[in-house]
Structures are given as structure tokens and as C-alpha cells.
């Protein structure tokens, strides 16, 4: 089975076990975003993306993606989360936090499975045309 907030855990540990000395903080995150792995607002999955195993009503209440959030909060409440319900309004989000501050440049991480990550590499390619 799943344990998607075990591995974020995991993440969370590793990271800062890694980069905390080096970072000079034991916040590897600033910010953190956690969405489904539906590809767009308006359109849904893009057919070569869809889970088949997801329960859509999980899905559609963004439980997983809450349960991460909180989760995330109590490891490192420093850093600023959020709860998108498609990969296209993550990516949308992560862009705006970066043009908040144009001089800093941007290091995004993303884990998941295969439909998340190539939905964001679909939504980052400029798809949906």
C-alpha cells in the first residue's frame, strides 16, 4: 500500500539530515505544495495520466493532499504550504512564488508517482494545446 505522508516523512529527514549543516537551517523547504495528480483545471487528466486506482471522492476532497499538509506543518512549520487540486494550479503557484522575488532563483523538487510526474512535465512543456 501507499504511505504517501511516510515517505514525505522519510523526505523531510533525509533532507535535513543532508542539508541542514549546509543550508544553515534545518528548513529545507520555504515553500511547499501538495495536489493530485489530475493534469488541468479545466480539463481534467490527460488520458495517458489517469490512475485507474484513485478514488475519485479522495480525489475530489483533496484528502491525501490535507493530510500531507498537516503533516508537513508539524515537521517544519516555517515552511508556507498549500493544497492545489490539479498539477496545473501547483505549477501556476510555484511560478507566482517565484516572481514574488525574481532575484532568487527557484529549485523545485517533485516527487510522486508516474501520473504526477509526467503530468508536471506535461504542464511544464506547455501542453493542453
Known amino acids: 500500500t501507499r504511505d504517501a505522508p511516510a515517505l514525505a516523512r522519510a523526505l523531510h529527514s533525509t533532507l535535513v539530515a543532508s ?4 543550508l544553515g537551517t534545518v528548513n529545507p523547504f520555504t515553500h511547499a505544495v501538495f495536489c493530485t495528480n489530475v493534469t488541468y483545471k479545466d480539463n481534467g487528466y490527460r488520458p495517458d495520466l489517469v490512475a485507474v486506482n484513485s478514488d475519485q471522492g479522495k480525489v475530489a476532497a483533496l484528502e491525501v ?9 508539524q515537521l517544519d512549520g516555517a515552511t508556507e504550504v498549500e493544497v492545489k487540486g490539479t498539477i496545473e494550479e501547483a505549477v501556476q503557484w510555484v511560478r507566482d512564488v517565484a516572481e514574488q522575488d525574481a532575484s532568487e532563483e527557484v529549485e523545485v523538487l517533485v516527487t510522486g508517482s508516474v501520473h504526477l510526474v509526467g503530468g508536471f512535465l506535461e504542464v511544464l512543456e506547455g501542453g493542453e494545446e
Open 19 to 22: 542539508l541542514g549543516t549546509s
Open 65 to 73: 493532499q490535507k493530510e500531507l499538509r498537516d503533516m508537513w506543518l
